[in-house]
């Protein structure tokens, strides 16, 4: 495809930024709060989350954050919706704070999307009903004092005194305002930026598991350390891109890929137009944002963190991050670098083939359920690499529905997994999950409607999204990368239905696990993703339509 026709995946707006002359009166940036509402209300409602946990007894403390922090979600997509309702997804779409924020309709699309399925995951985070009270006290998933050393005497007095870490709370709207910022930022500084309030909590959400404490420090850790390597590949790009275009915003670096510049700035003229900082200040952010989404050969984190993480952490970052760093990646290729479309696709087809090849065969060999939907997660994000590379509207618009159909199933799935609980808490083993049919033929029924939906067989969801963005590469010259995704997908199903097998067809052991009676908030999380799962299988037509609406991003 040429890079005349990925321009026309655009609509051009005001907002560019002008530079004052030397002896000109400063000019105060203008900002369009209401534009801006989602982004501002759940910053705003953290910042008083914060507040809460320094003056808001303890004892009243987890009520008042799951009441704010649902308030907060709920409000910020009623203003997503608002927004959309005011033309902001098509003809109004335009770029906002100084030219730093696109709302545009994937921007809104793909926020509306983190903001349902990051609610649906805090109900997982506010569920107390899994483990046994401990001293008279109910508790969640999160360590009862994250600052105490694990088995240490103030560990144990604060399980004792009803302690909990209630800061998850604040941190997961900290979490989700990055994320809402991410696929919209319209600056390589502001990208940065977003990836980094995202990308902190996390870490911290991923060390406060109140179970198996030190794997989830150590997850933590790993975490952590990957996750600033990518931000210095990420970074060191920006740097090599700002010395090839003089900008980082991302209509000039299009400008001067295009060639169409106005204006050399002359303290960067010996470099502006260099393809050599184009080419590989352009490979740095890419590989940042692959590490985000969980490509291969960036892939290493994820299996160790989701399996360490606190499983309602794991879900939440599984589905939400995804949705953000796909949505980042997406406007960077088709807003800023169009030019590079032919330079850059074989290294995105080479990229997505070991992606879906590596993780759908690492995945046979895993034996724990958190390591197995972490490598079915990471063949997923090479599904949806097809749909990425195939560069057209259709591309744009399969990888927006995709990602809205695996956020909920895999929330689902990862709250299906508290449930299955021992004596040292859940039980991840997939031998433990031997006969988990007979003994609870309901949950087992649901996370095997998850698992068929994984598999993209007929009439789940699972299989309308791998459809549309397998349709989308065929159409549009990636043929190839449908034939290996149809490969993948079949050798994928493979361990799906081998774990239906498991929980249906074998035996259960005297000493097996059991399934905890869930809260309705886990009830409602869980019956969200049957719900998604069955109607955009049965039904997709209306939501595949919304999101090609969506699919024109402001410039």
Not at 266 to 276: F, K, Q, S, Y
Request: proline share 4%; charged share 10%; hydrophobic share 55%.
């Amino acid at each position: 495809m040429s890079a005349t026709a990925v321009h026309g995946l655009w609509t051009t707006a005001g907002g560019g930024v002008t530079t004052a002359a030397a002896g000109d009166k400063f000019t105060a940036p203008t900002i369009e709060y209401a534009q801006l509402a989602p982004v501002l209300i759940v910053i705003g409602v953290a910042v008083l989350g914060v507040l809460v946990e320094a003056f808001v007894p303890r004892r009243a403390r987890y009520t008042t954050q799951v009441f704010l922090t649902v308030v907060a979600l709920g409000a910020a997509f009623a203003a997503v919706l608002g927004l959309a309702a005011d033309g902001y997804a098509g003809k109004n779409a335009q770029i906002a704070a100084m030219g730093a924020v696109a709302v545009d309709g994937p921007a809104l699309f793909l926020q509306g999307t983190i903001l349902l399925v990051s609610m649906v995951s805090v109900f997982t985070f506010a569920e107390r009903r899994l483990d046994p009270a401990s001293h008279g006290n109910r508790v969640d998933s999160f360590a009862a004092q994250a600052g105490s050393v694990p088995g240490s005497d103030g560990e144990k007095a604060a399980v004792k005194a009803g302690f909990t870490t209630t800061e998850v709370f604040p941190l997961v709207l900290f979490s989700v305002a990055g994320m809402l910022v991410f696929p919209a930022a319209n600056d390589l500084l502001t990208l940065f930026i977003a990836l980094e309030v995202f990308s902190l909590p996390l870490y911290l959400l991923c060390a406060v598991a109140r179970r198996k404490r030190l794997m989830s420090q150590e997850a933590a850790v790993k975490y952590f350390l990957l996750g600033a390597f990518s931000s210095a590949f990420l970074l060191f790009g920006i740097a090599l891109l700002y010395g090839y275009a003089g900008t980082v915003s991302y209509a000039g670096i299009a400008n001067v890929v295009d060639g169409t510049v106005q204006e050399i700035d002359p303290a960067l003229a010996d470099t502006m137009g260099n393809d050599v900082l184009l080419l590989i200040g352009g490979a740095m952010i890419l590989m940042g944002l692959l590490f985000k989404v969980g490509a291969v050969p960036f892939h290493m984190w994820t299996p160790d963190v989701y399996q360490g993480a606190p499983t309602p952490v794991t879900g939440f970052m599984a589905a939400a991050t995804k949705v953000a760093a796909f949505g980042a990646l997406l406007r960077l290729l088709y807003v800023v670098l169009p030019g590079l479309t032919w330079d850059l696709r074989p290294v995105m087809w080479g990229v997505a083939i070991v992606t879906m090849l590596g993780g759908a065969i690492v995945a046979i060999t895993q034996t724990d359920i958190k390591r197995l939907l972490a490598y079915s997660s990471i063949a997923h994000a090479g599904f949806i690499l097809a749909g990425v590379i195939a560069a057209s509207p259709e591309g744009i618009s399969s990888v927006l529905f995709y990602l809205g159909v695996y956020s909920f199933v895999t929330v689902g799935a990862f709250a299906v997994v508290t449930l299955v609980r021992d004596a040292g808490g859940e039980a991840t083993h997939l031998s433990q999950w031997a006969g988990l049919g007979r003994r609870s033929p309901l949950t087992a029924a649901v996370f095997a409607v998850f698992l068929l939906s994984f598999a993209g067989i007929p009439l789940t969801s699972g299989f309308s999204g791998k459809f549309a963005v397998f349709k989308a590469a065929a159409d549009n010259g990636a043929g190839g990368l449908v034939v290996v995704g149809v490969i993948s997908s079949a050798i994928a199903a493979f361990f799906y239905i081998r774990v239906i097998v498991l929980m249906f067809f074998s035996e259960p052991k005297a000493d097996g696990p059991t399934v905890a009676v869930p809260s309705p908030l886990t009830m409602t999380t869980i019956a969200v993703g049957v719900a998604v799962t069955l109607v955009l299988g049965l039904a997709p037509q209306y939501f595949l339509d919304l999101a090609s609406q969506a699919g024109v991003f402001v410039r």
